[in-house]
């Protein structure tokens, strides 16, 4: 069934939102989390426009909500792949569960650098605490563990360590990669993602085994565009009360997000943040 909702990014508040962010230099986590305003006030001022849009956006039965898109840090796959090339990658030792050295598949694991780099996340985040970043509302995840796990280390001691602010981790079968072919893409039993992480919940339907993946069959990036829209179906519909939103997921979902907002894609490093502010027309 098409969604009923109509998605537009909305500029003006990042650096990154400008139409030609490729001439940019960004580090993968960049000062501010990007935001234009770098005066003390800048998160109070960030969240003065924002319900101002809401207000406004109300009376025209839209909504507005602000997505932290956060890249899983470096796993063993994009180990394999530099070592390999893209090309002889794509072409044949994607397909393989690992080689004498690495394993990569299925599910792969963060490496130290990509468990650093989730860290060095952890501390963008901390950085703006003194200046009042708002952080999430609500938390979801790819199923995939290296996701997973950059989330959990990202949110650690700030809105997954206090008890008497925790927020809940939701796992979404739709915020994984591009999907298909690759192994490092077929993701692990909804037993084991539980008992790995067992704070998260699961939306309605969630398999216990990856019904999704595919030995032959690799999504195209439109299919992967459709996908995204889902998720961003589900979080506006099912979470009207939540304003600020993470997404900690992968580089192929995260530009079908942007695809399915009219951005371009962006190149977003490993362990990156890319906070974008959406309009959903219902």
Same mark, same amino acid.
């Given at each position: 069934?098409?969604?009923?909702?109509?998605?537009?990014?909305?500029?003006?508040?990042?650096?990154?939102?400008?139409?030609?962010?490729?001439?940019?230099?960004?580090?993968?986590?960049?000062?501010?989390?990007?935001?234009?305003?770098?005066?003390?006030?800048?998160?109070?001022?960030?969240?003065?426009?924002?319900?101002?849009?809401?207000?406004?956006?109300?009376?025209?039965?839209?909504?507005?909500?602000?997505?932290?898109?956060?890249?899983?840090?470096?796993?063993?796959?994009?180990?394999?792949?530099?070592?390999?090339?893209?090309?002889?990658?794509?072409?044949?030792?994607?397909?393989?569960?690992?080689?004498?050295?690495?394993?990569?598949?299925?599910?792969?694991?963060?490496?130290?650098?990509? +468990? !650093?780099?989730?860290?060095? &996340?952890?501390?963008?985040?901390?950085?703006? @605490?003194?200046?009042?970043?708002? /952080? =999430?509302?609500?938390?979801?995840?790819?199923?995939?563990?290296?996701?997973?796990?950059?989330?959990?280390?990202?949110?650690?001691?700030?809105?997954?360590?206090?008890?008497?602010?925790?927020?809940?981790?939701?796992?979404?079968?739709?915020?994984?990669?591009?999907?298909?072919?690759?192994?490092?893409?077929?993701?692990?039993?909804?037993?084991?993602?539980?008992?790995?992480?067992?704070?998260?919940?699961?939306?309605?339907?969630?398999?216990?085994?990856?019904?999704?993946?595919?030995?032959?069959?690799?999504?195209?990036?439109?299919?992967?565009?459709?996908?995204?829209?889902?998720?961003?179906?589900?979080?506006?519909?099912?979470?009207?009360?939540?304003?600020?939103?993470?997404?900690?997921?992968?580089?192929?979902? +995260? !530009?079908?997000?942007?695809? &399915?907002?009219?951005?371009?894609?962006?190149? @977003?490093?490993?362990?990156?943040? /890319? =906070?974008?502010?959406?309009?959903?027309?219902?």
């Amino acid at each position: 069934m098409p969604s009923t909702f109509v998605y537009q990014a909305i500029s003006g508040f990042f650096v990154h939102d400008i139409e030609d962010h490729r001439s940019l230099t960004l580090p993968a986590v960049p000062p501010r989390m990007g935001l234009v305003d770098a005066t003390p006030q800048r998160w109070d001022n960030l969240r003065e426009k924002i319900t101002a849009l809401k207000e406004q956006s109300e009376g025209e039965n839209a909504d507005i909500k602000v997505f932290f898109f956060a890249r899983h840090g470096q796993g063993w796959h994009n180990v394999a792949e530099v070592k390999y090339g893209t090309k002889c990658w794509d072409a044949e030792m994607s397909k393989k569960y690992g080689d004498n050295e690495i394993t990569w598949g299925p599910d792969p694991e963060l490496t130290p650098i990509g +468990i !650093n780099q989730a860290i060095e &996340a952890k501390h963008g985040w901390e950085a703006e @605490l003194p200046f009042r970043i708002t /952080l =999430p509302d609500k938390l979801y995840s790819s199923p995939l563990t290296r996701a997973a796990d950059t989330l959990h280390i990202t949110f650690e001691g700030t809105v997954l360590g206090d008890v008497e602010d925790k927020r809940t981790v939701v796992v979404l079968e739709n915020c994984r990669e591009e999907n298909g072919v690759h192994t490092c893409d077929k993701r692990r039993t909804r037993s084991y993602i539980h008992k790995r992480f067992p704070n998260c919940e699961f939306e309605d339907g969630f398999e216990e085994e990856d019904e999704l993946w595919d030995t032959d069959l690799r999504e195209t990036k439109a299919e992967v565009a459709k996908r995204a829209r889902n998720v961003l179906d589900y979080i506006f519909e099912k979470d009207p009360s939540s304003t600020y939103i993470s997404v900690t997921a992968h580089g192929g979902i +995260i !530009n079908g997000f942007l695809q &399915a907002i009219g951005r371009k894609p962006f190149a @977003l490093s490993t362990g990156g943040i /890319l =906070p974008v502010v959406i309009r959903c027309q219902k």
